[in-house]
């Protein structure tokens, strides 16, 4: 099979610059762009030299469109609003579009299951295997334990993540909402300050920390009368997310529109 052309938007962000190593790094892949918002001062530096390898004669751009009309699928963990308006680009160009972005609001949300119409899209709170699998124990113990164990979602990132919670807490939350059969929505718990009364049964809580280069800690709490179950995942480097973001790409490479998840690429649906 030919090597599948892929871009990059964010390209100079923290991810944006693991995954064009790791695509450098691919010989089944090719970096076929290097987006960074109008204005960037990164716009015209060479990709590969931005990340610290040899120059690839592939300059840093602004213009996404022409760039998806050259490539088979693009990589996006940027911001909501950016990647809104990229699944409509790619929608446009039919490729496929991995999301890791996170902080989507319901309505991004829609605009982004009606891009899935026209182009195959990945999208996931975290790419990694071990959090997708934590979440399908997470569903699965929820599952078997009733209201008498309280659940608890405890987060912690760098002191440069700005949104909260994180994406894997809400993806873990709503597997723990679907393993015990009742809505996140409705039992999600995610400021607790000041006189708050006792605990209601059922709820999900959330709790967030930030603080320095912390790559991303979870730990679903079930807490019982007496004792105490705790899952949890460490990722340890972004390359795990950048790993099963391109899994994802070369999965989604020739499947018909729709929106898929973590869940169908490592075919996890079943566990
Ligand atoms: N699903 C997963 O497995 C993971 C998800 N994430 C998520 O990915 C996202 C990015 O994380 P991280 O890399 O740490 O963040 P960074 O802030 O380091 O990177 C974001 C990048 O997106 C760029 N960007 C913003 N707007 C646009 C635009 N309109 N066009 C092109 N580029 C744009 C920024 O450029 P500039 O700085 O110039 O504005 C920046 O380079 C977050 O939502 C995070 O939660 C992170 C890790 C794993
Ligand atoms: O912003 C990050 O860094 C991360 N974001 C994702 C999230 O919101 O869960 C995934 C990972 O934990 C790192």
């Known amino acids: 099979m030919t090597q599948m052309r892929l871009v990059v938007v ?13 695509i450098i790094e691919a010989p089944d892949l090719a970096l076929a ?15 590969g030299e931005l990340v610290g390898l040899p120059a690839l004669g592939l300059a840093v751009s602004e213009d996404a469109l022409e760039a998806f009309a050259a490539a088979e699928g693009v990589i996006d963990f940027t911001v909501p609003a950016a990647s809104v308006a990229f699944a409509a680009l790619a929608a446009q160009a039919r490729i496929v579009h991995v999301i890791g972005t996170t902080g989507f609001s319901q309505e991004d949300e829609a605009k982004i299951e ?16 071990g959090v997708n699998l934590l979440s399908a124990l997470v569903k699965r113990v929820a599952r078997t334990l009733d209201e008498g164990f309280d659940i608890e979602i405890v987060e912690m990132h760098h002191n440069r993540k700005i949104d909260a919670p994180s994406g894997t807490a809400l993806l873990l939350g709503q597997a723990a909402a679907e393993g015990r059969g009742v809505s996140l929505a409705e039992n999600g718990v995610f400021e607790r300050h ?12 959330f709790a967030t920390l930030r603080g320095g280069t912390v790559v991303g800690d979870h730990n679903v709490i079930f807490a019982g009368t007496g004792e105490r179950i705790e899952l949890g995942h460490r990722a340890e480097s972004r390359e795990i997310f950048a790993r099963g973001a391109l899994a994802a790409a070369r999965w989604a490479r020739g499947r018909k529109p729709e929106l898929y998840s973590m869940v169908d690429v490592l075919g996890l649906a079943d566990f």
């Open 10 to 22: 964010g390209a100079g962000g923290r991810m944006g610059r693991t995954l064009i190593r790791a």
């Open 33 to 47: 762009g290097a987006i960074e918002p109008a204005g960037s001062e990164l716009i015209g530096r060479d990709a």
């Open 114 to 129: 009606a891009a899935s119409r026209h182009a195959a899209i990945v999208k996931s709170g975290n790419m990694s295997l």
């Open 194 to 205: 000041g006189h708050t009364g006792a605990r209601k049964a059922g709820d999900i809580g």
